[in-house]
């Protein structure tokens, strides 16, 4: 059993490219490439399909990868408790996360987490809720942030509330209104996050009984913001996402309370290993102002 190429295997398949995987790992392409080549030689079948849009996994390799994923996640966990006994701290923990985590949090977490722990290293994937939770359940990361509720088969530590607003273009006939109610807005055309990426707006919609009319949905917030700004139509987001919101946009309250719910998931947090319950305790009090 090699370590090794069950790490390089796991790479190749998060970037989906050999060349992202060896920059990843310091190696060359061509040992990647040999890793592989290696690992179905001694099992007997392919594992990987190359073609013109990246690496895949075979049907073979997906069978396989959760057990890939279990070794290597044991070995981390053996090697983080071995630095424990030994009064040391060490370890590698992945992290899923979304843009507005990504950017508003976690480069001040990770720049002071590391300035206590520096043998501690953080990786994060970043993509959709929907990517997120895969991630979990596969046991791709360790934990990652999700806005709640989650899957029943997950853990969670709930962490901060993130108020949901209504943005405009400056010259919409709302502009000018601080409030604006639901039913002002029902005949409005609607750029939205696509369905993976949005657990909020869509249930704000539905809870004031608004069926949108939607133009638009797209996967990145700051390109509805930039459609909101031109006319093409008003959007539901949260504020986290609108840290630099352009001039020309106006940011309004909905009627009500409404909000979006950040928080942390993971299949057990009982069986976090120790490097990864240290970040999320130190999320936690870098929240919550300690």
């Known amino acids: 059993m090699s ?3 069950y790490e390089i295997f796991q790479a190749v398949v ?8 060896a920059a990843e790992l310091g190696f060359t392409q061509s040992a990647v490439s040999h890793a592989i080549a290696s690992l179905e030689s001694e ?11 990246g690496v895949h996994l075979t049907s073979s390799g997906e069978l396989i990868l959760p057990y890939i994923r279990e070794i290597l996640k044991g070995n981390e966990l053996l090697k983080q408790q071995i630095a424990n006994i030994n009064g040391l701290e060490a370890g590698t923990v992945r992290i899923g996360t979304f843009a ?10 990770m720049s002071y987490f590391a300035e206590s722990h520096p043998s501690i290293e953080m990786k994060l994937l970043e993509g959709s809720y929907e990517d997120i939770e895969h991630w979990i359940a596969s046991g791709a990361v360790d ?3 999700l806005s ?37 807005i029902k005949e409005e055309q609607f750029i939205l996050p696509k369905k993976s990426c949005d657990n909020d707006a869509r249930r704000i919609l539905k809870e004031n009984h608004v069926s949108p009319n939607i133009k638009f949905e797209l996967e990145d ?16 987001l949260p504020e986290m996402v ?4 352009p001039s020309h946009i106006r940011i309004l309250d909905l009627e009500g309370d409404h909000y979006r719910s950040i928080g942390i998931a993971a299949p057990s947090l009982k069986s976090m290993s120790p490097a990864a319950r240290k970040i999320v305790k130190y999320v936690q009090a870098f929240l919550s102002g300690a």
């Not at 990504?102 to 480069?107: A, F, G, N």
């Not at 962490?159 to 002002?184: G, N, S, T, W, Y």
């Not at 917030?221 to 539901?236: E, L, R, T």
């Open 3 to 5: 370590l090794a190429k």
């Open 14 to 21: 998060e970037l989906g490219s050999l060349s992202q995987a």
């Open 43 to 53: 099992w007997g079948f392919s594992i990987l399909s190359r073609g013109r849009a």
């Open 100 to 109: 507005s985590v990504s950017i508003q949090w976690l480069p001040r977490i």
């Open 143 to 145: 934990f990652g942030f």
């Open 148 to 184: 709640l509720p989650a899957p029943k088969s997950f853990e969670v530590i709930p962490l901060k509330k993130d108020r949901m607003v209504l943005i405009v273009p400056e010259k919409h006939p709302l502009a000018a209104h601080h409030e604006v109610r639901f039913e002002q």
């Open 221 to 236: 917030d700051q390109a509805i913001i930039s459609m909101v700004q031109n006319g093409m139509g008003i959007s539901i």
């Open 242 to 245: 609108l840290h630099q919101v």
